[in-house]
């Protein structure tokens, strides 16, 4: 018998502190079920390709184990895009109506504030789960020294100072009810909507960190960028800063 999303059991476990909520998850997840992991800090955060991810007291770190085995291979190229869509929208629902415009997405599912980053998100697989590990600053934008993207905080838009496990709950339950719905066929229409456009990033792993604009994603959920020679590039993944 087939298992929908709807009949799936789902977990919470939090923490005060804890090394990263990535591995609690790899350890707590078992087959068939979601789960959520709320940490208040860690001491091990991490980010893309070994980055750190710096996780102070006053925001919100959380993984969600999905099963891997209710995600159609379709669906999971656009993954990354539908994770960015979820939290922008999740998050816009924690801040004052007239600030939710200024939340925007940045290839593929960073939310930036006023063009800094607010939180960023980590996915990884096994066999029977995909992790969906994201950290939102809430209270606390710590200072960005190694050549990433500044940094904010979701208190700077107006959300409030103890919002952060809610928000990490509500995003759980919005993700399961908009993976219990089939996918949106126009899936990067819908996340270009919510994009930062028309700003200059720059490619943070290249030599000399070229700059560019983005300039459109495909059906894919690729990113087409112009260097400033005229140049047009399609990215598949790349760190934008
Ligand atoms: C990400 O990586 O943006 C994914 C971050 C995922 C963190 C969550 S927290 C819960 C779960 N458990 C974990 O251990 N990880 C996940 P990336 O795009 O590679 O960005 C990393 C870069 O962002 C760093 O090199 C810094 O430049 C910058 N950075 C680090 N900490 C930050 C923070 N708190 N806020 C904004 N930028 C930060």
Same mark, same amino acid.
Not at 36 to 64: D, H, M, V
């Given at each position: 018998?087939?298992?929908?999303?709807?009949?799936?059991?789902?977990?919470?476990?939090?923490?005060? #502190?804890?090394?990263?909520?990535?591995?609690?998850?790899?350890? #707590?997840?078992?087959?068939?079920?979601?789960?959520?992991?709320?940490?208040?800090?860690?001491?091990?955060?991490r980010?893309?390709?070994?980055?750190p991810?710096?996780?102070?007291?006053?925001?919100?770190?959380?993984?969600?184990?999905?099963?891997?085995?209710?995600?159609?291979?379709a669906?999971?190229?656009?993954? @990354?895009? *539908?994770m960015?869509?979820?939290?922008?929208?999740?998050?816009?629902?924690?801040? @004052?109506? +007239?600030?939710?415009?200024?939340?925007?997405?940045?290839?593929?599912?960073?939310?930036?504030?006023?063009?800094?980053?607010?939180?960023?998100?980590?996915?990884?697989?096994?066999?029977?789960?995909?992790?969906?590990?994201?950290?939102?600053?809430?209270?606390?934008?710590?200072?960005?020294?190694?050549?990433?993207?500044?940094? +904010?905080?979701?208190? #700077?838009?107006?959300?409030?100072?103890?919002?952060?496990?809610a928000?990490?709950?509500?995003?759980? +339950?919005?993700?399961?009810?908009?993976?219990?719905?089939?996918?949106?066929?126009?899936?990067?229409?819908?996340?270009?909507?919510?994009?930062?456009?028309?700003?200059?990033?720059?490619?943070?792993?290249?030599?000399?960190?070229p700059?560019?604009? @983005?300039?459109?994603?495909?059906s *894919?959920?690729?990113l087409?960028?112009?260097?400033?020679d005229?140049? #047009?590039?399609?990215?598949?993944s790349?760190?934008?800063?």
């Amino acid at each position: 018998m087939r298992v929908t999303f709807r009949e799936m059991r789902a977990r919470h476990l939090h923490f005060d #502190e804890i090394g990263s909520t990535m591995d609690a998850a790899r350890r #707590e997840a078992k087959i068939g079920h979601f789960l959520l992991i709320t940490a208040e800090s860690q001491t091990r955060g991490r980010g893309t390709r070994g980055r750190p991810w710096k996780s102070p007291k006053g925001n919100i770190y959380f993984t969600i184990a999905v099963p891997r085995r209710l995600l159609p291979a379709a669906r999971l190229s656009l993954y @990354p895009l *539908e994770m960015g869509i979820v939290l922008r929208k999740t998050a816009a629902s924690f801040l @004052p109506p +007239a600030n939710r415009e200024n939340l925007k997405l940045k290839w593929p599912n960073d939310l930036l504030w006023e063009g800094r980053k607010a939180a960023g998100t980590l996915m990884e697989s096994t066999a029977d789960h995909l992790f969906v590990g994201i950290g939102i600053n809430v209270r606390e934008a710590p200072s960005i020294t190694d050549g990433g993207t500044p940094s +904010a905080c979701l208190v #700077e838009g107006g959300a409030a100072a103890d919002c952060g496990l809610a928000l990490a709950k509500s995003f759980f +339950a919005d993700l399961q009810s908009r993976l219990a719905s089939p996918a949106l066929e126009n899936l990067p229409t819908e996340w270009k909507a919510k994009a930062l456009w028309n700003k200059h990033f720059h490619l943070r792993d290249r030599a000399d960190r070229p700059r560019i604009f @983005p300039v459109d994603v495909n059906s *894919e959920g690729h990113l087409r960028v112009r260097f400033d020679d005229g140049r #047009e590039e399609w990215l598949v993944s790349e760190y934008l800063a």
